[in-house]
């Protein structure tokens, strides 16, 4: 079973930098797609970025310029630098292994809160 723990998340000021970090354990890592999804209070779970096991890298238009999604196969983990953050970044951020219509596995979430 695919296990993923996510950290390195904390408070912020507006325009700081976060770096977070989410390690993979059970399954062969470099089979797995691999992305970041944050759920602010009152809002939905949406996509921040994803990257492939080629590396191949999406972004949602929210974080395009001032996040960076990489992974470290030697390690089982992947990374999302956040840069330039915003008050609007606040946020649980989710890590996620997989994809549909096959298995997809999820973290239990690190907290991100920027505020001055």
């Known amino acids: 079973q695919v296990q993923l723990v996510e950290s390195g998340g904390g408070l912020v000021q507006p325009g700081g930098s976060l770096r977070l970090s989410c390690a993979f354990s059970?399954?062969?890592?470099?089979?797995?797609?691999m992305g970041w999804y944050r759920q602010a209070p009152g809002k939905q779970r949406e996509l921040v970025a994803r990257?492939?096991?080629?590396?191949?890298?999406i972004y949602a238009d929210s974080v395009k310029g001032r996040f960076t999604i990489s992974r470290d196969n030697a390690k089982n983990t992947v990374y999302l630098q956040m840069n330039s953050l915003k008050p609007e970044d606040t946020a649980v951020y989710y890590c996620?292994?997989?994809?549909?219509?096959?298995?997809?596995?999820w973290g239990q979430g690190t907290q991100v809160t920027v505020s001055s």
């Open positions: 996620k292994a997989g994809s549909e219509p096959r298995s997809v596995y």
């Open positions: 059970g399954r062969i890592f470099i089979l797995y797609a």
């Open positions: 990257i492939t096991s080629g590396g191949s890298t």
